[in-house]
Each structure stands twice: as structure tokens, then as C-alpha cells.
């Protein structure tokens, strides 16, 4: 429990400072909705005062007089009955703006947070969590502008107004009311905190797994299909629901018993309230008027008050939802651009590793260590070995997924963890093994390493990777839409759009990870004989599964446990008996090596 009240509180104060953050930049916004809603409580703090009136002077033993007193309280009355119409109004029409910019804000910082987030995050996240984290953050944030604003603000002015003005002429209501109303107060807020948040946070991370168990299956819906695995993962989802089913159970029972427990103590603060206004009226210090205005004052703050245990409630839920996405804006960004990082500029592209140790986080030893290797500006070269043996991992450092441990990694001497992640990035074309497509036209995919091409650039590209025959048979040729992640196509077709987007890229670097893997053998033909074109004059770095692939290239490195075990030219490697790389080869080829 105390832990859980630790928590309660953090979460609160995360929240909370960061909704504040949000307000602070439009101060005009946030000042113009206080004012008014300030103005319009205040107008029916009053109204029991006239209303009170109106019965004293209806009651009243000169008609005459009492006559003009009951008119001169019913204008009042309707004088205030619309000054609070027409301060809502305005109120209403500070927080629209206020709260779709503050929305749109969250929306947009959470997603820009998000993109820039380490490989490692993302590769530990599910994508339909966190797409459920923002979205139910932002609208979190909707409903707690409202609750604390147009609702809990007003609220305590009416508390404090209705507390003031009839502790001027009874103190002893002043107290009664004053009393009551914190002690209620005080409970509500101890069973929001302590007793519903708990079982709220537990319940919300279920509901974010649900929301990541359903994406991740529907997303993988091609593989369950495969195996006939519906029943199964019909299964899985119905264990996570029954979870997720008892922890928002308990969390709804105990909204339950802490709304008959509010209305348990109103009835209590109600029978004070009369009670002591009986004994006002009984001991002659309070007229029929004065009961009158006691008890429409009673109404009023009875509301409010009922009102103000759902609102709480409200805000409690809203931090819940809220702490998430919050959680996501303080999230450390794992590799991120230093203050002085300046653009990377490239002349030739040479790529040099000096004494470079890398260690993934979690594991006992480093991957590599004093790993140093040059890679000439326009050479071509390799990268072999068995799988986990680095070859991802040396790519990953030149592009900065991740920084060294210790080292540098330099391109034309420049230290890419000096320069800013998206000029490194712009200069390095990369076509991976399992290209990702956006569910996106044809030509925005291919168009993606070049914002702004021509469509006459990206049919010569796409003519180059191979693609462009498969593309213009297409119903709507360049337009066809690619589904999630390029569903729509097959692998191979997906491999040369991925092609066709790296020749427009036109970068001084290039990373083909076994571009050409899932090819048929004619379409392989045309990609590699492309492959040379696109490589020349680049700094070309190759990882390769099929020896083959690398046989024409300048030289190719083998990797093993993070070290450069091997260096050289096919022709050099294969004269070795006992290299490592004439092994892979003759594995491949089955003993079969040429002279």
C-alpha cells in the first residue's frame, strides 16, 4: 500500500506538471476561461441571497413594500440567471481552442518523441500499446481541462463564496458548512488516491497489453492464417481478457462503493445544514427569508458537492490514462544529437572504426572490443559471417543506431556521434532484408528517400530496380496503394521497391543487406547487374547470407563474436585452407571451390 501511494502521488505530480506546462503556453486562452468562470460562479453564489429576499418579501406585513422588494429581487435573480448564461457561454468558448491546441500539442510531441526513441526501445514495444498510450493520453487530457476548469474550479468558488457570505451573518452556518465540507472533501480525496488509483493503474497497463496483444495478432495475421492458428490466439486473447476483465472489475467496484460512500456523507452534511438552520429560525436569529436562503444555498453547494466526488473521480482516471503518455515525454531518447552537433558533410565517404567497443545493454560482455577497420571512399565491400556474429551490428554503428561504448566511428573523420542523427542518416541509403512499407502509394514509397521527386525520377528508379514492369500492370500503376507494411505485394516486389526507393536516394553511402534474397534467379540477374551501376563511385557496405553476393565486390571482411577475424579479397580468402571464409564457402557450395 505504500508503494502504491508512492506511486499515486508521482503520478499526480507527473501529471499534473506536465497539464500545467500545457497551459503555461497559452496564457491568454487560460486566463480568459478562468475569469469567466469565475465571474459565472460568483453569479449563482448570489442568487440564494435574493432568493431569500424574495421569500422575505413576499412574506412581508406592507404589501406595498413587499411588492417592490419582490420585483427589485426577481430582476436581480433573472440579472444573474443570465450574466451566469453568458459568462458559461464564454468560458466555453476560451476552453474549445484551449483544449483541441493542447491536444493537438501532446498528439504531436508524443509522436515526435516516439519516432526519435532508441532501436532498443522499439524493438521492446509493442507499436499498438503505444499508439494506445498517445491517443488515450490526448484525450485524457480533453476531459481534464473540462473536470478541472469548467468543473472543480467553479466548484470551490462556490464553496468558498457560499462559506464566506453566510459566515458574515451566521457564523455558526459558516462553520457547519465550512466543516462539512472539508471533512467530505477530505474523504473523497482519500478514495480517489488511495483506494480507486491503485486498482485504476493496474487496470489501464491491462488495458494497454490488450490493446498490444491485439495488434500484434492482427498484425500477424498472415503467419496465424498459415498454421490455422485462429483458435489459438482466439485462446490467448480470451486469458488476457479474463484479466483484464477481474482487474477492471475490482477497479469499477470500488468506484461503486466510493460513490454510495459520498452520498452517505452528503445526506449527514444535508441534515447539519437544516438542523442548524432550524435552530437559527427557532432561537430568532433567522427570518423565513433567511431559511429560505440557507436551504437554496444548501442546494446549490449540494450539487457542486455531489458533483465534486465524480469529478474527482474523473481527474483520478484522467491521470491514470494520462501517465502513460506523460511516462512517454520523459522518456530518455537513448541515442540523441549532442547540443553542438553540426550536419555531416560528405565528400568521399570513407568509413573508419577506431578501437571501437560496443556493448549491448543487458549483456555480461561487449560484442566487439578495440574493433578498428578502414573503409576506403568508393570501396565496396562484405560483410560475412554466421548469424549474431556482428555483421548487423557494425552497420547499425555507422548509421548511429546506437552509440559506441568507447571508440569513434567516423565518416570522412567526422565522428558520427558529433554530427546531427538526420544529415548521418540522409547520407546512407539502406535497403534492408525484410523491406517496411508505409500503407502509402507506390511512388510515395519509392519517393521516400527523396522528398519531392519527380514522377519521371521515380519511374527511372524504379526501371532500375526491376520493378517498374510489375508496377505499370497495376490498376493504378504508381498509385496503388501498398497496405500495412506492403502487404499488397509479394516479397520479391517489396524487395525492389525498396531498391528503387535507395537508387532515388542517390546516397555517397550505401547498405544492401542481402538486397537480392528474395528474388527469383531472372529477377536477380537484372538487380545485381543494377547493383553494380548503383555502386560505383559509392561506398558500398554489403552484408551477405549468400556468398555469391559478394564474390565481384573489393573486398570483403568476416566477422565473428564482433571481431574482424578475416580481411580481403574472395580470391585472397578462398587461398586460405584453413580460413574461416573459404569454410562458409565451401559449406555453400558444397566442397566445390575454384582455382
Request: net charge positive.
Amino acid at each position: 500500500m505504500i508503494l502504491d501511494r508512492l506511486q499515486g502521488a508521482q503520478a499526480y505530480r507527473a501529471v499534473l506538471t506536465f497539464l500545467v506546462r500545457q497551459w503555461r503556453t497559452r496564457p491568454g486562452l487560460l486566463l480568459g476561461l478562468v475569469a469567466a468562470m469565475v465571474g459565472s460562479t460568483l453569479a449563482d453564489v448570489f442568487l440564494p441571497l435574493f432568493a431569500g429576499r424574495l421569500v422575505d418579501a413576499l412574506s412581508a406585513a406592507d404589501r406595498d413594500a413587499g411588492r417592490l422588494d419582490a420585483l427589485v429581487a426577481f430582476a436581480a435573480m433573472g440579472g444573474l440567471g443570465l450574466l451566469t448564461l453568458g459568462l458559461r457561454h464564454v468560458a466555453w468558448t476560451f476552453v474549445v481552442p484551449l483544449s483541441l491546441s493542447t491536444m493537438q500539442a501532446v498528439a504531436q510531441a508524443g509522436f515526435q518523441r516516439v519516432q526519435r526513441l532508441s532501436t532498443d526501445w522499439h524493438a521492446n514495444s509493442f507499436a499498438g500499446s503505444t499508439v494506445r498510450k498517445v491517443s488515450r493520453g490526448m484525450w485524457a487530457l480533453d476531459g481534464l481541462n473540462n473536470t478541472l476548469l469548467l468543473e472543480l474550479l467553479p466548484a470551490f468558488v462556490v464553496l468558498l463564496g457560499t462559506m464566506v457570505l453566510l459566515g458574515v451573518q451566521w457564523p455558526l452556518m459558516g462553520l457547519v458548512i465550512g466543516l462539512g465540507s472539508l471533512v467530505y472533501l477530505g474523504i473523497v480525496v482519500t478514495l480517489a488516491t488511495l483506494v480507486i488509483a491503485p486498482a485504476a493503474q493496474l487496470s489501464n497497463v491491462w488495458d494497454s497489453r490488450l490493446g498490444g496483444a491485439l495488434s500484434d495478432a492482427i498484425g500477424a495475421n498472415a503467419v496465424v492464417k498459415a498454421f490455422g492458428a485462429e483458435a489459438r490466439e482466439d485462446a490467448r486473447l480470451g486469458r488476457l481478457l479474463a484479466k483484464w476483465n477481474r482487474r477492471t472489475h475490482r477497479t469499477w467496484m470500488r468506484i461503486t462503493w466510493s460513490i454510495t460512500a459520498q452520498f452517505a456523507l452528503l445526506l449527514l452534511l444535508r441534515t447539519a445544514i437544516v438542523g442548524t438552520a432550524l435552530w437559527l429560525w427557532w432561537t430568532g436569529d433567522a427570518t423565513p427569508g433567511d431559511v429560505a436562503y440557507v436551504l437554496t444555498t444548501y442546494f446549490v453547494v449540494h450539487g457542486y458537492l455531489r458533483d465534486i466526488g465524480d469529478h474527482i473521480n474523473r481527474v483520478q482516471r484522467g491521470v491514470n490514462e494520462m501517465e502513460e503518455l506523460v511516462a512517454l515525454d520523459a522518456e530518455p531518447y537513448g541515442v540523441a544529437d549532442r547540443p553542438d552537433a553540426t550536419p555531416l558533410t560528405v565528400q568521399g565517404g570513407t568509413i573508419g572504426f577506431d578501437r571501437v567497443t560496443f556493448h549491448y545493454d543487458g549483456h555480461v560482455t561487449p560484442l566487439c572490443r578495440d574493433l578498428s577497420v578502414q573503409i576506403p571512399a568508393g570501396q565496396r565491400v562484405g560483410l560475412v559471417g554466421r548469424s549474431g556474429s556482428g555483421k548487423t551490428t557494425f552497420v547499425k554503428l555507422v548509421q548511429r543506431l546506437y552509440d559506441v561504448t568507447s571508440g569513434h566511428v567516423r565518416i570522412d573523420g567526422q565522428d558520427v556521434a558529433g554530427v546531427t542523427q538526420a544529415s548521418l542518416r540522409a547520407h546512407i541509403a539502406i535497403v534492408p532484408q525484410e523491406p517496411v512499407l508505409f500503407h502509402r502509394s507506390l511512388a510515395e514509397n519509392i519517393a521516400y528517400g527523396r522528398p519531392g521527386a519527380s514522377a519521371e525520377d521515380i519511374a527511372r528508379a524504379a526501371r532500375l530496380a526491376n520493378a517498374h514492369d510489375f508496377i505499370a500492370r497495376l490498376p493504378k500503376g504508381y498509385g496503388t496503394l501498398v497496405g500495412e507494411r506492403g502487404v499488397k505485394l509479394s516479397g520479391g516486389e517489396r524487395q525492389r521497391v525498396a531498391l528503387a526507393r535507395a537508387f532515388l536516394a542517390d546516397a555517397p553511402i550505401l547498405i544492401l543487406d542481402e538486397a537480392t534474397s528474395s528474388l527469383d534467379s531472372e529477377s536477380e540477374a537484372l538487380i545485381q547487374e543494377a547493383m553494380e551501376r548503383l555502386m560505383r563511385g559509392r561506398t558500398a557496405i554489403v552484408i551477405a547470407h549468400r556468398l555469391s553476393t559478394v564474390r565481384s565486390l573489393d573486398r570483403i571482411l568476416v566477422f565473428d563474436r564482433g571481431c574482424i577475424v578475416e580481411d580481403g579479397t574472395q580470391a585472397d580468402l578462398l587461398g586460405r585452407p584453413e580460413g574461416r571464409y573459404r569454410a562458409l564457402f565451401e559449406r555453400q557450395t558444397g566442397g566445390m571451390v575454384e582455382a
